[in-house]
């Protein structure tokens, strides 16, 4: 017997029997509950029109975060509240701070991405609620990263982001939407089906493991920000599926024996962000830079990770830094190195029912340099062209371990084992950096595409080595702003 | 005697400072826009019974399609009806000049995207997933793809254009220097936020109302009036707003209004066709690509003496707006400069690709950027700097100087291309910042400065003189609040505002007095499209029209109920002050409508002193000019081709501004989206001729990253020689030339590996990889010279 979908939304709890489950959140606002607001641009979480903010109960406390309703499926808000641009307008019937600056700003010129920068700049409101200091340039950019403007060129955007927070301050209450959220909380895995399609959304482990035992040609369901697309871009039936990011499990985020362990549930968002920690230079300007906000907030680095796709941006620095990947299933818990579960072109050392549980990154180590680029036509929410990663180990001046991966340049991310050897064991100079850009030539052979060409990621994967060694060789190392242009002022 | 009472002299002050044009008013719909209550075409709440449509399109480049079995888009769930060319009532064409632009192929596909039939379901969704079921039977036919491929072999869809003046091949003969060479500048997809959608509603005899997020709504009914077999007036076009339009809604939108309308007509069901965003960009043509070759003699100074161009644009696989864009591009080679002697041949490259069409600038920046590329090229060559060749080259002031007619022979009486350059020039420290990036790139290693100044002079009017004209209707009701109809369409640039204002301003009303209504093909007829940056000034001008109409009737009645000469009524405030009287607006209307006068008026405005001869491509073509200039320092990794904009400086020629708040939304908006063209925005065909970069997912319009932290956008401060609405300047073109000081900044970026002796080799869009190949080529020009 299916149970209806729960969610909060506009002052009341919704209750959906007769959805698809896979109609988006963005069909259902605007088609069943004409709430024409938020609108739809692109379909794939590429331009933020969609934006919508998405309340979650984290313990006691709410957690408020931006996402693209464009490829998010309905029934994954579940006990969660939306929140859309309608929800912005305040009790008096005044507008929202967050629309009043952008009114005075001029920030919307044909208005159409407008409402999806509203709820993302409201986002950046919630958040500096607490804070005592105005956002920097770089927090406005994060925020806005995943919202595309055609006509204003930003600037107004950006002057509305701070104007927002000089207005009379806008109350939310945080205490009434958890209550309200606690009432629709599961103490049970949901099964919702129509028409012959399932949706299901287990709680434990042991309920993931048992259902997916049942149904081993269910589809895994994570962030939706590929999986969404399947739908909304190639028109795919999915069959029955399984949402696994309400797993307790999968949701837990641990530092032990010299391993971060990350979930398979838990966001980039929050996966980057404890990762940051241990290697902030070395890994912030790839989280800036890896896809969009509301994607990081909805995208799980095992999901990243399980996907597998040859131009994943973070398989490259985690099999740098001898990354695990943790395997569960109907035959127990298996833990490999990330760079063997990649065995071809999407296809992953995975048994049958068998599912990721989560990734290990090993910390920073004494005498480890480490880095990973990112080359893209755009800084923001671009797909690599080449994503390289670097790892060595010296001794004095002696490599004594070396681990070089990229994303882009083969059918999987995978190391460069030629380019490896010629540096190991030798002073890590300019003769031995010369040698291991020279051998990437026998380890890669890459493709032309759209996004860049077969010669521009050979001669690049070589260049981004050289800047590796600017930056760590061991006489006279240059700053990143002295061989990254986005680090340059 | 008459003494001045205390009502005289309020009325004196209160008149004297009166305005509503000039005022930094918000957008007409800003706050709907924030509130997610204004209404997009796929808002309208739908009439029962309302079906959806999906465009089934060809896979293949060139092929004939010898059948089509659609067995299965019929047999899809929720599939109501399936049609082919062979169903349209009435003609099946919807080119907007030459007719060669098929609504749906009839057996002969062009290109890789090009609708062959549309699907009718109950749903959206059922009706794309039903488009992809048809199995089509093609025989193929060999492809062009590329402009330089056209022009090989004579495949135009237009004669080739030439213009001449002087002699040019003997000047180049004895020009002191020379300089040949040629460019690639890849072409632009508009990525308005809303896709193209229309919304057709079947009326009682044969009627169709069409709701159409489109620029040209007249264009759009007569269109579908042909397709429907059936005349202008049982057609009515609306469009209340677009989300964006920047060129592709105005010949472009009339597939999609065409296509909702047969099916409507043909069901007597309404239709909904709302594209997929890699439908609408499979489909759709986009801002015209361009190969030039060229060859430029200059004297010492780095005057051009000779410039001899020949150009050939991807204008895709029919003639849609590509005669006129190759005319405008041909009218704006000279950019801000003088060319005595010049030969300019322009070709419409038949390409087996999406049929190019209108893009913000339409053909003019195209025109100039080959101009300030080989600008570019002399001044490295003498090793100057580039703004003192700029400078030597900018048209003469007046007579007296002389050089100040342009290459089709009308005289530039508006220049003031000196003085603004000269103050953006101090403004932006210019020199001195010169002196930094030399030093900086003297000590770094990888990553190079750039910095470079361009100019822009950009002709405002249709090219095509019967164009030039607008109507406007204003209606007074008898509360005092004043609606306006006019032909042109808001697509964001603020028009609605503007006319606002004017109407506001000639009734000396608040702005909140007075609301724009959508555009309406059964309000104000045979309208043009809201294109070549002459929304405002041709429909402000139709609209005050038609206000002054109001107005002079309301002062005459004044006159004559009060007793007093028509010169001492004024209007300012929400009040009527009549000679010591004075009247609320309100009151005077609700009294003039009892007396019987008409408080309702339309308006008229045909732009005077313009002609245009294209076979000669001479005369007057433009109303006058609007001029620009803009500073860009980047900085340029030489590793891998990333680069960042750290400054922008520009000023802009917007005469008396009508808003400046909108006129510098518009600028610095045409400054990121010019930048977007010349830098990320790549469009890459396969082999096979499939569009591969057709979602924002692998088609990079700059994000909010790219917006620099340091941007200085203002007005210049002036005042339009010629009559134009309250002497303003047009806003919506011009400025999309400014950033062609980044994409110059990235070339003195590059120059710099080779110490600025080498020409870098660089086309647009200068992506990384194109900057990247760029500095290699420099490195090795250096490595054969030493």
New interface residues.
Partial sequence: MSQPIRFYYRGEVQTVAYAAPTQTIL?HV?EDL???????????G??G?CTVVIGELKGDTVELKSVNSCIQFLPTLDGKALF???D??QPDGE?HP???A???C??????????GF?MSLWSLYLKQEDKPCAPQ?KD??DT??G????????????DAAHRMLELPKAQFDRDALATALQAIQRNDMLSYTHDGQSFHIPLTLEQLIRIRAEKPEATLLSGSTDIGLWVT?Q?RNLGDIIYINQVKELQSLSGQDGMLDIGAAVSLTDAYAAVCQHYPQELSELWQRFASLPIRNAGTLGGNVANGSPIGDSAPWLIALGSDIVLNGPAGQRTMALEEFYLDYQKKDLRPGEFVQAVRVPLPQQNRHFRTYK?????????S?VCAAFAITLDGEIVREARIAFGGMAATSRRAPKAEAALLGRAWNETALREAMQQLTQDYTPLT?????SD?RM??AQ??L??FW?ETRTDAP?APA?????A?? | MNTQSEAFLQQQAATANWTEVGKQRPHESAVLHVLGEATYTDDIPEIQGTLHAALGLSHKAHARVHGMDLKEVKASIGVVAVYTAKDIPGTNDCGPIIHDDPILADGLVQYVGQPLFVVIADTHDNARRAARLAKVDYEELPAILTPQDARKAQSFVLPPMHLARGNCRQALERAPHKVKGELYVGGQEQFYLEGQISYAIPKEDRGMLVYCSTQHPSEMQHVVAHALGLHSHHVVVECRRMGGGFGGKESQSALWASAAAISAALLKRPVKLRADRDDDMMVTGKRHCFYYEYEVGYDDEGRIVAAKVEMVSRAGYSADLSGPVATRAVCHFDNAYYLSDVDIVAMCGKTNTQSNTAFRGFGGPQGAIAIEYVIDEIARNLGKDQLDVRKVNFYGRNDAEGRNVTQYGQKVVDNVIHELVAELETTSAYRQRREEVRAFNAASPVLKKGLAITPVKFGIAFNLTHLNQAGALVHVYVDGSVLVNHGGTEMGQGINTKVAQVVAHELGLDLSQVRVSATDTSKVANTSATAASTGADLNGKAAQDAARQIRDRLTAFAAQTFGVDASTISFADNKVYIDGNVEAFESLVRKAYNARVQLWSDGFYATPGLHWDAANMSGNPFFYFAYGAAVSEVVVDTLTGEWKLLRADALYDAGKSLNPAIDIGQVEGAFIQGMGWLTTEELWWNKAGKLMTHAPSTYKIPGISDCPEHFDVRLFNNRNVSDSIHRSKAVGEPPLLLPFSVFFAIRDAVASVGDYKVNPPLNAPATSEAILNAVEAVQAAQAVGA
Wanted: proline share 2%; glycine share 6%; aromatic share 6%.
């Fill in positions: 069909q605007r004409h709430c024409t607001g938020t609108k739809e641009g692109c379909a794939e590429d331009c029109a859309t641009v309608e912005l307008k507008l967050v629309q009043q952008m009114v005075e001029h920030g919307s010129q044909c208005g159409f991405c407008t409402p509203v340039r406005i950019d806005l990263s919202n595309l403007c055609r006509c204003t060129g930003y600037r107004p955007i950006i871009k028109m080359l893209a036509k755009r800084f923001d929410q671009d797909i062209a595409d759209m996004r860049a060409s521009y001669k690049t260049n981004l050289q800047r600017y240059l002295a061989v990254n242009a986005f340059c002022a």
